[in-house]
Each structure stands twice: as C-alpha cells, then as structure tokens.
C-alpha cells in the first residue's frame, strides 16, 4: 500500500467501524487568513470532536450543564427552611456525550464558537470520504459550514464552553506534507494528518470577511484518538519559517511538537526535503528530551508580559532547540471537555501569534554542524492542564 493510502486510511479512523462509547475523536485545522477589507492577517481554527458519542447518542449531553433546577416556589422552600426543601434533587453528574464542530480566531480579539450534535444527527461516508454535522460538512479535500450563538445564548448556557458570534466558512484543502507517525499506545494515538496544508476559500466571523489564499494560509492539520487528553497538553507548530543563514523563506519546511505523552514530547519536521523525526513512543535511548512553559517575570518596554515555549532534543545525530514566545494579551484560554466526566476540563493557553527561533544541528564525529537556524512567526503556541 503506497503511503498516500496509508495516510487516507488513517485519517478516517474512528468515525466508522465498531461504535465505541466511550473515548475521544479530535480532527483540527489551522490556517491564516487576510481580512478582505483593511488586510489585518488572522489565525483560524475548525474542529470537529467525537466524545463518548455512543453513551446519548439520540441527544448531546455536557457534563457542565447546570445541574440543579430551582423554580420560585423551590426557592421560597428552601429559604423558609420547610420539609419541602429536602425533597428538592439534583442532578446526577453525568459524563458528556455529543459531537462538537467548533471554529474561532486566535489574536488580540480570540474566540471559538461550538455547536453541539447527538451522533445519530451526524452522517459518515468512507466513498468519498465525508462527514456531516448539521450544515457543517468534512471531506478529504474541502470544508463547509457555520456556527453561531446569540448573547443571550451564551449567557444562558455557560456549559457550552464558548462565546457570541457567529463565524461561517467555505474551503477547500491540499494536503502537502503528511505524517502517520507521532504517536501511538493501547489507548491514544496523534498524528500530524496535515503537517503543512494548502487552504484557499473565504471565512466570514461576525461579519468580517477574511480571504484565506493558499500560498499564504500556513495550514495545519493533526488528529488525536485516545482515551482522555494528554497531560499537559504541550504544542508548537509552525510552516512559516525563514532561514537566518540564507535569507531565504523556507517554502518546503515546518514542524510540529507535541505531547506530553508518556512524560515525553513527539517532534515531527521536514526541513527543505529531509525528515526528522522524534516519536515519543519509541525506545527510551532513542533520544531526550527537555521543555519548559513559563511566563516571563517583567514585562517589556511596552508593558507586554510573554509566555515562553521552550524545547530541546537530542539524539545521537541530532540537536534542536526551539524557543518561541506570545504576548500574554494575544492568548486564548480555551475549555475542552474531558471524555471522563467528572466536570474534568482542559484549559489550554493558546495563541496563532508565536514568533520565535529553532536551531538545528547534526552531529558529525565529535563535532556539530548547523544544518538551518531560522526564524519562526505565525506558530500556533498551546499549553494546558487538565482542571477540576
């Protein structure tokens, strides 16, 4: 089987085959687009997300939904301190269940949108390959679809986890560089799907319409299968690099970080044609790895404090070293639910806004060669913790 088939074949995991009840399914896309009026650039998200969606799968159940319903005349009971206040009943915490589609922006102003689906809403197809959710729609090769919510929505239903607005898209998609690897265990597997993607199309968020070309989206994709999330959840990817040894802007190169799984990090890159892969499933001695994730205690002159990602690995042939920053005004805390329920959440600080370097070196002998030093922007910079 030719890789381009074992690439499609795993990009279709788990949306078709034996109905697992419990569990994730995380397909996700990042790209950039250019506002159509006044050129102000953007980083976009579009997520689709499977969780435990066979437990309800007539109805989408939140684990945040409030939990206890109180009429006036409860709420009277209770304040008089009657017999009638002990028979008033919460509900049980429940583990969520449903199908999530969510899109958003990540700059100065972040923010995601999510509409929710009972599985048995959703339709999937392998020839071709396509997903429906409502009037949300995923193929191999395009995207299609809206979400919305209304202030008062919102206000309403704090569980949905997300903000106002309203953000509609068309696109269609070219995979460039695509990877199988990342990793893998009994329970959990990611792999960046689409390393670096071609975009094109228009997305239209509160109104605003941004221009998505493809020469210029720096597009991304992974997938993520596992039993819960990964704790921390620890990413940094980038397409937009360019060389400070030649000057040149590195059209064919990107990388992707992330972890933690098994207390170690995955990177996966391709550097103007050559492969460099990490994975953090393989033999301990195959590399190490260090990382940090910090805020930066004073600010600059402009009175920004940053956050700072920080990597390095080294194996017998190689050594990298990745430094990126964002502005802490520029990041998103983000809340995902967890597939155990509990009312468990990852909260995730996000930006589209990194800028930073990365170094790499080969070991030759006794001695290091600098095989490319180049600049990073637009790197999409994440850090989370699974809370209660």
Not at 58 to 76: H, N, T, Y
Not at 266 to 295: H, M, Q
Not at 309 to 335: E, H, P, Q
């Amino acid at each position: 089987m030719g890789a381009a088939k074992k690439n499609l074949k795993a990009g279709k995991l788990g949306f078709n085959g034996p109905k697992k009840r419990f569990g994730i399914n995380y397909w996700r896309f990042y790209f950039k687009g250019i506002q159509n009026n006044g050129g102000t650039e953007c980083m976009f998200f579009i997520e689709f997300e499977m969780l435990n969606p066979w437990l309800y799968p007539s109805e989408p159940q939140l684990g945040f939904k409030p939990r206890i319903q109180i009429k006036e005349d409860d709420l009277q009971y209770a304040l008089s301190g009657t017999s009638s206040a002990y028979e008033l009943e919460s509900e049980k915490i429940i583990q969520p269940s449903y199908v999530a589609v969510r899109a958003g922006r990540l700059d100065s102003c972040p923010k995601q949108i999510t509409s929710y689906f009972p599985v048995k809403n959703c339709s999937f197809s392998t020839r071709p390959f396509e997903i429906c959710a409502g009037p949300d729609i995923f193929t191999e090769n395009e995207l299609t679809g809206s979400v919305s919510l209304s202030e008062e929505e919102c206000s309403k239903h704090p569980e949905y986890l997300c903000n106002a607005g309203e953000i509609s898209w068309n696109l269609k998609y070219e995979i460039v560089k695509e990877f199988v690897e990342g990793f893998e265990d009994k329970t959990d597997k990611w792999f960046p799907a689409g390393i670096q993607i071609l975009i094109s199309g228009l997305i239209t968020i509160d109104g605003e319409d941004y221009i998505i070309d493809e020469k210029k989206s720096n597009g991304y994709m992974d997938r993520f299968i596992g039993k819960s999330f990964p704790q921390p959840w620890f990413h940094i990817s980038s397409s937009n690099l360019q060389s400070l040894i030649s000057g040149k802007t590195l059209f064919n190169s990107n990388f992707v970080v992330q972890g933690l799984f098994e207390n170690k990090l995955s990177f996966i890159g391709n550097f103007e044609g050559s492969d460099i892969i990490f994975l953090a499933d393989a033999p301990k001695r195959k590399y190490t790895c260090v990382w940090n994730c910090i805020e930066s205690p004073e600010a600059d002159e402009n009175g920004d404090k940053t956050v700072h990602w920080s990597v390095s690995f080294n194996s017998k042939i190689w050594i990298i070293d990745i430094d990126i920053t964002c502005k802490v005004k520029a990041l998103y805390d983000r809340k995902l639910e967890c597939p155990e329920g509990k009312r468990r959440i990852l909260s995730i600080i996000q930006s589209g806004t990194g800028i930073g370097e990365i170094k790499l070196y080969k070991k030759i002998k006794n001695d290091l060669e600098q095989i490319e030093y180049a600049r990073i922007t637009n790197g999409i910079c994440e850090f989370g913790n699974i809370e209660e």
